[in-house]
């Protein structure tokens, strides 16, 4: 028997002993991640079955981005929003698919957490079976009476807990409440997230860079050259090897496992960047910070970035600290 077989922990055993070092909790928290891991099980499920039950493909409507809806995305965003909506731990929610707050109805002035997310990024890959991912945050409330913006648009340090689920050659759910990152695998024969890998670590330097590299003459000129020099032999390393799946939480997945560093710059196209800080960036930066990694804009920490809109943009830098502190050496005209 391996060591892994002797100690199986599922995600609800994970949750209830994380539970077990906050006397205070009542349970809400708890809840609402359960609520989660049933959401991951079933757009999971779907995912799989995508080519067999009609899930290919557009819906035909555009979402307030002006890009066309998937219908994965439209399935995933509902199944996500009505399990959360139903048990009152949460106050309202914000999403990608969504172009206001949605305030809970079986909320109270006790409903303490606010939930943001994005049901599927990287859906362009839908259709062509590459993988793709969920993302999410938790905050705590800040209104005393009626959910309002303000409970949305706090700053990222705020999070009490972040995640995301990852539907590749396996489905993981990796995610933090502040005390490391913890990774589960989901194992369909027995309905299960099985802790895999815990407290896992990003290594401080990598040998991997990812950006979508045919943006190169939309990126300013300290951007161009940043990229040059992870390209560039040098006598004593190879140069970095380029690697980009067009999901941006499965760059940053393979960022966290072997280190470098993933790259979304703001270009001529995109002069706020593309990722979304509520929903997308803060989610990440705090599990790759909470790895040991850093996560930028190229001025500013991701998380310290207080957010004016629910669909706000940023420019995302993040993986292994060595990396993105160059980055930021290279952007900001020190090198």
């Not at 060591?3 to 199986?8: A, M, S, V, Y």
């Not at 994005?118 to 800040?142: A, E, H, M, Q, W």
């Not at 489905?171 to 027995?190: A, E, K």
Request: proline fraction near 3%; charged fraction near 20%.
């Amino acid at each position: 028997m391996n060591l892994q077989t002797k100690r199986l922990i599922t995600i609800d055993q994970h949750i209830a002993n994380e539970k077990s070092l906050h006397p205070q909790a009542t349970g809400e928290f708890s809840m609402l991640l359960h609520d989660l891991v049933l959401a991951a099980r079933i757009i999971s499920r779907e995912v799989r079955r995508a080519g067999l039950n009609e899930m290919l493909g557009l819906t035909g409507r555009r979402n307030i981005h002006g890009e066309k809806v998937k219908k994965l995305d439209k399935f995933a965003n509902e199944i996500i929003k009505n399990l959360v909506l139903q048990n009152g731990s949460i106050c309202c929610l914000a999403s990608e698919e969504e172009n206001e707050i949605v305030i809970a109805e079986h909320s109270s002035e006790s409903s303490k957490y606010v939930l943001v997310y994005d049901p599927l990024d990287g859906s362009t890959n839908i259709d062509v079976n590459i993988t793709i991912g969920s993302i999410f945050s938790i905050y705590k409330r800040k209104s005393s009476s009626k959910a309002c913006f303000d409970d949305v648009l706090q700053s990222g340090i705020n999070q009490v807990a972040a995640g995301y689920i990852l539907y590749g050659t396996s489905t993981m759910l990796v995610y933090t409440t502040g005390n490391g990152v913890d990774i589960f695998t989901y194992d369909p024969t027995l309905g299960e997230f099985l802790l895999t890998q815990s407290k896992i670590k990003i290594p401080s330097k990598g040998y991997i860079y990812s950006c979508n590299e045919g943006n190169y003459y939309k990126w300013n000129e300290n951007v161009r050259r940043f990229v040059e020099y992870l390209k560039t032999p040098k006598l004593d390393s190879k140069p970095y090897m380029l690697r980009y799946i067009a999901s941006g939480v499965a760059d940053i997945h393979r960022a966290l496992h072997y280190g470098g560093i993933y790259l979304y710059p703001e270009d001529t196209d995109n002069p706020s960047g593309k990722f979304r800080l509520v929903y997308e960036a803060n989610a990440l930066a705090m599990i790759v910070e909470q790895a040991g990694g850093k996560a930028t804009n190229g001025k500013q920490r991701i998380l310290d970035v207080h957010p004016t809109s629910i669909h706000q943009r940023t420019p995302l830098i993040i993986g292994s600290p060595q990396e993105v502190s160059l980055y930021e050496k290279y952007y900001n005209g020190l090198i």
